[in-house]
């Protein structure tokens, strides 16, 4: 006989609906904050904290260097996928931490290399100006995409074609970002070089980020002002993929698994606290109490927490594993107030596959999460990795489990694991950038928290109040009863009719 049969159903983030609150010019939608811990740290950084409560999944169809640049330039973060090899995943967290920064420690040139030999590294960091030095690092000239054109100056030497330091605007010794950028919008040029004294290049401030900054009031950085990156990891190649993303200055790790409850993931957790103690270690995925304790103990500062639930997702069917992702948050986060009462250290939770909607995000959080992370939802768009195509007429991108033969390839080379499919592969609908899609849904989530009368995630936790509702009362939800074709709606003239 089992240990233990629950005869009561798991339910599903869409059997749920929110009752209201008393809403007041407090926590009218612009007053409402969705600012949310990613992962806790002892000192409470700010940098481990998200300005909107949203994540993109670790998958190779969802999550690269694109989308880890765009979401954290708008609040969130992406988990950058691990199912790839150590140099370019690598690769993915360098570009997100050198994107942008007040302060950049850019890669430098040498006056004797070709123009050929530059070209090669701009096309593979992405950057189009370069500071030349000497072997002392002494600063000379900048070199910059408008300083040649490659069919005609391929041979020339960097020399030659660079703008020398007596044509350029300079800062010596500015430690202040608020001063750099001061001397920089006063100069008319597009990037600051600051050197030391002795004339050795310290720095450097582009004009495009501070406008950058502009733009986007809720990007998430570290204390330089560079991206926040967060990478992937699994539990086989850790000791070897962890020091070289550490090596790229990533901020935060996160083990991808469907199971989080294993003896795996303790070991890889405890190895990084023991060797990174810097860096914070996001553990899952799990579903019950016990597992949410297992990886707490285990020194995870934040839990994924859903089994099953993916749009891609064919675990429940292939291993009989999962649970309704509205049982596992209202579960999980019973047990980490109860940690928190214990410990005063607070674990976020991070409810993870099958979020698809809007209200599936405001349902997760009113339950208790404190993020949502989404696959499918950003698979769409315009950042994900992969190529548009036309199908049908209609624009489209494709979307695979990282669990599916097409991921699973990679696994099998690597790890000779991966013995059978937990995911599926498809389509979903191109859905434009992220920024115009995200606008959206930020302003429905903080509608819905207006309503129930909250002005930030925590209160959402302590006041929401939920109810079960029937099928029925979720088709009475919708639209029901009117004629709404989308064929020719041509008006005909009625005859009249005598009464
Ligand atoms: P979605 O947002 O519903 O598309 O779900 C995305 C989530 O599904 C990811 O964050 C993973 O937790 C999970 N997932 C990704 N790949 C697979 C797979 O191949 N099988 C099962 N679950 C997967």
């Not at 994540?55 to 765009?70: F, T």
């Not at 954290?72 to 997100?96: D, N, P, R, V, Y």
């Not at 195509?389 to 991921?407: F, L």
């Not at 819905?448 to 009362?473: D, P, Q, W, Y």
Request: charged share 30%.
């Amino acid at each position: 006989m089992a240990k233990n049969v629950n005869f009561e159903p798991s339910r599903t983030l869409m059997e749920f609906r929110l009752l209201p609150g008393l809403s007041s010019k407090k926590t009218v939608p612009e007053e409402v904050s969705l600012r949310t811990q990613l992962v806790y740290s002892e000192k409470d950084e700010k940098k481990y904290y998200l300005n909107i409560p949203i994540v993109s999944a670790a998958m190779q169809s969802v999550s690269g260097a694109k989308m880890g640049i765009e979401l954290a330039k708008l609040g969130g973060t992406a988990f950058i996928f691990c199912s790839q090899s150590i140099e370019s995943q690598a690769k993915m967290i360098f570009k997100i931490k050198n994107h942008k920064a007040g302060f950049v420690k850019p890669k430098t040139m040498k006056p004797d290399m070709t123009v050929k030999e530059m070209y090669k590294i701009r096309k593979e960091t992405g950057h189009s100006t370069f500071p030349v030095v000497d072997d002392n690092e002494i600063f000379l000239g900048l070199i910059s995409k408008w300083d040649y054109d490659i069919s005609l100056h391929k041979d020339y030497l960097v020399k030659d074609r660079m703008i020398p330091k007596e044509n350029i605007e300079i800062g010596t010794n500015i430690t202040d970002l608020k001063e750099a950028n001061r001397v920089l919008l006063e100069s008319h040029k597009s990037v600051l070089p600051i050197l030391d004294n002795n004339g050795k290049l310290l720095y450097m401030i582009f004009r495009k980020d501070i406008n950058d900054q502009l733009n986007n009031p809720l990007e998430v950085h570290d204390e330089k002002k560079r991206l926040l990156a967060v990478a992937a990891i699994n539990t086989h190649d850790f000791k070897e993929r962890v020091p070289k993303l550490v090596e790229t200055e990533v901020d935060v790790l996160a083990i991808d698994s469907s199971d989080g409850y294993t003896i795996f993931q303790k070991d890889t957790i405890e190895w990084i606290n023991k060797n990174y103690p810097e860096i914070p270690v996001i553990g899952g995925n799990i579903i019950t109490k016990e597992g949410f304790r297992f990886l707490v103990d285990s020194g995870s500062g934040s839990v994924k927490v859903g089994m099953g639930g993916g749009s891609i997702c064919i675990t429940q069917e292939q291993k009989g594993t999962g649970r309704g992702l509205a049982t596992t948050i209202i579960d999980i986060a019973e047990e980490r107030d109860k940690y928190f009462k214990e410990s005063g250290k607070y674990i976020p939770i991070v409810a993870d596959g099958g979020v698809t909607s809007t209200k599936d995000i405001t349902i997760a959080l009113a339950l208790g999460a404190d993020y949502v992370m989404m696959g499918r939802y950003f698979a769409r768009m315009e950042e994900s990795p992969t190529e548009k195509i036309v199908v049908n007429n209609r624009v489209m991108k494709p979307y695979w489990g990282e669990g599916s033969a097409r991921a699973c390839d990679w696994k099998l080379k690597r790890y000779n694991q991966a013995k059978f499919i937990e995911g599926v592969e498809g389509l979903v609908e191109y859905a434009g950038r992220l920024r115009d899609n995200l606008d959206e849904t930020l302003i429905k989530i903080k509608s819905s928290m207006s309503t129930c009368g909250v002005k930030n995630i925590r209160e959402f936790h302590e006041k929401a109040e939920l109810e079960l509702v029937s099928a029925l009362a979720i088709r009475e939800g919708k639209v029901h009863d009117i004629y709404q074709g989308t064929e020719s709606k041509e008006i005909q003239e009625l005859p009249e009719t005598d009464y």
